[in-house]
């Protein structure tokens, strides 16, 4: 091997590493951007499941009362 082929192929291989390094930085970036982006929306999940849960606990309260009023009416015939 030529001094010639061995600098191009030194540099062809430099420059493929830089490509390779860069393209793994990008794809690592947009890891995490996808990561951010799953936890926003797990977030916005969870806050709206905690919100059905308030209202299943008031209507079952407000459901117990009403079958317990219901129930004195029915006694008090």
Not at 12 to 40: C, H, K, Y
Not at 50 to 73: H, N, P
Request: proline share 0%; hydrophobic share 40%; net charge positive.
């Amino acid at each position: 091997m030529s001094n010639a082929q061995f600098i191009t192929l030194l540099s062809t291989g430099i420059a493929s590493f830089v490509l390779v390094v860069l393209a793994w930085l990008n794809q690592n970036q947009r890891l995490g951007d996808l990561r951010e982006d799953m936890n926003r929306q797990f977030n916005r999940v969870d806050q709206r499941l905690s919100l059905i849960e308030a209202d299943q606990k008031e209507f079952f309260t407000i459901t117990g009362r009403l079958d317990g009023r219901i129930e004195q009416l029915s006694r008090n015939k």
